[in-house]
C-alpha cells in the first residue's frame, strides 16, 4: 500500500493502518531495533513500541516521509531502551558504533546552546556534500546501526574499505563539526 | 550508560538521506575473474602480434649472417663465431668465414631469426640473389665425404648437440676448402673424420660427421649433418638449416621435403653455413 494511504489511515483511526506498517516496514523495524538491542524480544517489543508512536504521533502530525518516520520512532525507542538496559545485554558491535561516534562529538564538547537537531541539520548538511556510497555506508552504520560486515556485504565493499571509509568519513565529519563552531 | 547526543543528533538527519540509504542498491561487484581473463587475454593479442610484427623476437637460436647492406659490404672480424644451440637441440654452424668473406649485396637484406637469412656462393660468374636471398658470398667453404657410400652425401643440415648421436659406423676421409664465385677451388684440405649415425633417423637419409682433423672452416668439437639428397628428407627436415622453398613459384613444400628438390642451388647456399669457427 502507498505510504500517503496508509496516512489516511491513520488518520481515519482506522487499525488496518498498523497491519499495513507492519507489513510494508515491520521488517526493516525490527532489524534497527536488533542492530541495537541485539536481543529478538526485546527488538519486538521495541517495534511494537513503535506502532503504538506512530498511532499517537498521527494524527496530528502528517509526516512527508513515512519511511524515515517510522525508523526515527524506532530507533529513539531502541536508544532508550539500550540505556535503560543492562550493560551485559547491550550489542558489541552497537556499542562501538557509538564510541566511534561519540569520539567525532563528545557531549562535553558541544557548544552551548546547540541543539541535537541543529547537530542533526549539520550532519545532514555535510553528508550531502559526500559521494553517495560514502553517505550511505555511513548512515547505514550510524543511523541504522547496520554491523561492517552486512555493509561490506550491501554495497559489494570489502570490510576494511568499508572501515576505511567510515573512518575518513568521521574525521572529515568532525573537522566540519569544528570548523561550524558547535564542537569546542 | 547515556547515549551521547551525537548518537541522537544523527537521528534528526534529513529524511531523504535516511531513504537513500535504505534503497542504496547492491554495487554490481566487479568480477575479479573477467578482468584478470581480460588482461590476460590482452597480454596474449600483444604477444601475437608482436610474433608477427617482429618475428626477430621470437628466433629459433639460429645463427644468423650480420645484416649488411649498400655494395660491396665487407665483413672483417677476426674473432671466429661459436656455433649456438637453438630450441630443437640442432645447432647452426659457425658462421662465414669473416677473414676471407666479402658480402656483395645489391640490396639491404633484413636479417629474421626463423629466416637465417644467410649467404651464398653462386656458380655462376656473374653474382645473383639466390632463393631469395639478397646477399650474395664470393667465397664458401665447401667438404664432402671423398669416397664410399657417403660421397654422395652433401651438407645441408645443421650442427647437432651430442645427444642426437648414435653409435660411430665409419671413419672417412673428407676434401674441404674454399671455393669462389666460378666454383672454383681456391685451397683444399683432406680431413680425417668420423661418421656417426643420428637418433632415429636412418643412415641412408642422413648421417653426422665429426672431424679429427680441424679444418680451416670446420671444428673437431661439433657434428656436422650431411644428408643424402636422393633419399625422403622428411625426417631430418627439422635439421635442414632452412626449409627447402619450392623450385617453382606456386608449388607447395607445405612442411614437406620433396625428393629429389635438392637442387645444386640449395647445397651451395647452405653450403656456405658451414664455415670455420
Known amino acids: 500500500m502507498d505510504d500517503s494511504k496508509i496516512i489516511e489511515l491513520y488518520f481515519e483511526r482506522d487499525d488496518r493502518a498498523i497491519k499495513e506498517t507492519q507489513i510494508k516496514y515491520g521488517k526493516l523495524c525490527h532489524k534497527i531495533a536488533y542492530n541495537i538491542l541485539n536481543n529478538y524480544e526485546d527488538s519486538e517489543e521495541c517495534v511494537n513500541d513503535t506502532y503504538v508512536g506512530v498511532w499517537n504521533a498521527i494524527p496530528p502530525t502528517r509526516p512527508n516521509n513515512f519511511m524515515s518516520f517510522v525508523c526515527k520512532i524506532t530507533r529513539n525507542l531502541s536508544l532508550k531502551r539500550l540505556e535503560f538496559m543492562k550493560r551485559e545485554k547491550r550489542s558489541a558491535d552497537v556499542l562501538v558504533s557509538i564510541h566511534e561516534l561519540e569520539g567525532v562529538l563528545p557531549d562535553e564538547r558541544y557548544a552551548a546552546d546547540v541543539s541535537d537537531e541543529d547537530i542533526g541539520k549539520l550532519i545532514s548538511d555535510f553528508l550531502y556534500t559526500q559521494k553517495e556510497d560514502v553517505r550511505n555506508v555511513f548512515i547505514r552504520r550510524y543511523y541504522f546501526f547496520d554491523s561492517i560486515k552486512e555493509i561490506a556485504v550491501e554495497f559489494s565493499f570489502s570490510e576494511s574499505k568499508v572501515k576505511n571509509m567510515l573512518f575518513y568519513t568521521r574525521n572529515k565529519l568532525k573537522d566540519y563539526l569544528i570548523k561550524e563552531g558547535v564542537e569546542i | 550508560m547515556k547515549t551521547p547526543r551525537i548518537v541522537n543528533a544523527i537521528g534528526h538527519i534529513d529524511d531523504d538521506l535516511i531513504n537513500s540509504a535504505t534503497k542504496s542498491k547492491k554495487v554490481a561487484k566487479k568480477n575479479i575473474w573477467i578482468k584478470w581473463t581480460s588482461l590476460a587475454a590482452s597480454f596474449v593479442v600483444i604477444i601475437i602480434v608482436a610474433a608477427v610484427a617482429v618475428p626477430t623476437l621470437f628466433g629459433d637460436g639460429n645463427t644468423t649472417l650480420p645484416v649488411v647492406s649498400g655494395d660491396n659490404t665487407t665483413i672483417n672480424n677476426s674473432e671466429s663465431a661459436t656455433p649456438t644451440t637453438n630450441d630443437n637441440g640442432a645447432t647452426t654452424a659457425p658462421t662465414v668465414n669473416q677473414d676471407t668473406t666479402h658480402i656483395n649485396n645489391a640490396e639491404p637484406t633484413t636479417s629474421g631469426g626463423n629466416d637465417n637469412t644467410t649467404t651464398a656462393t653462386n656458380n655462376d660468374s656473374t653474382t645473383k640473389p639466390v632463393l631469395g636471398h639478397e646477399a650474395v658470398l664470393s667465397e664458401a667453404y665447401f667438404y664432402n665425404v671423398s669416397e664410399g657410400v657417403f660421397s654422395t652425401y652433401i651438407l645441408c643440415g645443421k650442427v647437432i648437440s651430442e ?115
Open chain 2, 163 to 277: 645427444d642426437k648421436i648414435g653409435s660411430k659406423i665409419d671413419d672417412v676421409s673428407v676434401s674441404a676448402g674454399w671455393k669462389n664465385n666460378a666454383n672454383e677451388w681456391l685451397t683444399t684440405e683432406t680431413l680425417r673424420a668420423e661418421v656417426y649415425l643420428i637418433n632415429d633417423i636412418s643412415k641412408d637419409v642422413a648421417v653426422a660427421l665429426k672431424f679429427i682433423d680441424k679444418g680451416d672452416a670446420l671444428t673437431t668439437t661439433h657434428y656436422y649433418v650431411i644428408m643424402n639428397p636422393e633419399a625422403d628428407l622428411t625426417p631430418v627436415k627439422d635439421y635442414l638449416i632452412r626449409p627447402l622453398e619450392p623450385n617453382n613459384a606456386g608449388d607447395e613444400v607445405a612442411g614437406e621435403v620433396v625428393k629429389n628438390e635438392l637442387a645444386e642451388e640449395y647445397v651451395v647456399e647452405y653450403t656456405t653455413q658451414f664455415v670455420n669457427e
